[in-house]
T-cell receptor, first 116, second 108 residues
Framework: DTGVSQDPRHKITKRGQNVTFRCDPISEHNRLYWYRQTLGQGPEFLTYFQNEAQLEKSRLLSDRFSAERPKGSFSTLEIQRTEQGDSAMYLC??????????????FGPGTRLTVL | AQSVTQLDSHVSVSEGTPVLLRCNYS??????LFWYVQHPNKGLQLLLKYTSAATLVKGINGFEAEFKKSETSFHLTKPSAHMSDAAEYFCVVSAMRFGAGTRLTVKP
């Protein structure tokens, strides 16, 4: 399967713990996006990368959230000192920016985080 | 600033009848617009996209959408609903701003 993959698919943690999620985009895609989706809502944009450069991070929910894409391939999203309000589905997507600079995104299956 | 409003949180239709899911957008420049579908326990899938080439856009599974600049709208339509169309639909402006979603129910 050459789609976007995310790991783990489910994560249960206790409040105050740190968690890290991984996203592997489609191999030739140069953009990678992170979103958060809560029940009954649309995905909420968090941050995105073009290659290894993080071009937008002002929408990260707090300074407890950080993301990296060190070699322009896979990416990680870390949440420090988790809170119950962080419980949500975290989605990753990738796209290939070409002639149409805002191209379609391909989404992974998501990581469901539950904070107890 | 860019934003998107999906005018109906829930739409219910009978199988075989037309579908209309409404979306209005706000953008300071000509935007790219998308519709995505999310079936239960499945990932988001692109239905169609508008990138200024044509105002009437055809997508997968018989869906289409018309870009109307004067009305700042990008409504999604389908002539005849199928049971498999039951899902959550999201309108997206400029790739990253998602609407709240419209849940489509199809009754037999």
């Amino acid at each position: 399967d050459t789609g976007v993959s995310q790991d783990p698919r489910h994560k249960i943690t206790k409040r105050g713990q740190n968690v890290t999620f991984r996203c592997d985009p489609i191999s030739e895609h140069n953009r990678l996006y992170w979103y958060r989706q809560t029940l009954g809502q649309g995905p909420e944009f968090l941050t995105y990368f073009q290659n290894e450069a993080q071009l937008e991070k002002s929408r990260l929910l707090s300074d407890r959230f950080s993301a990296e894409r060190p070699k322009g391939s896979f990416s990680t999203l870390e949440i420090q000192r988790t809170e119950q309000g962080d419980s949500a589905m975290y989605l990753c997507a990738s796209s290939l920016i070409g002639v149409h600079w805002q191209d379609e995104q391909f989404f992974g299956p998501g990581t469901r985080l539950t904070v107890l | 600033a860019q934003s998107v409003t999906q005018l109906d949180s829930h739409v219910s239709v009978s199988e075989g009848t037309p579908v209309l899911l409404r979306c209005n957008y706000s953008s300071s420049y000509s935007p790219s617009l998308f519709w995505y579908v999310q079936h239960p326990n499945k990932g988001l899938q692109l239905l169609l996209k508008y990138t200024s080439a044509a105002t009437l856009v055809k997508g997968i599974n018989g869906f289409e959408a018309e870009f109307k600049k004067s009305e700042t709208s990008f409504h999604l339509t389908k002539p005849s609903a199928h049971m498999s169309d039951a899902a959550e639909y999201f309108c997206v402006v400029s790739a990253m701003r998602f609407g709240a979603g419209t849940r489509l129910t199809v009754k037999p």
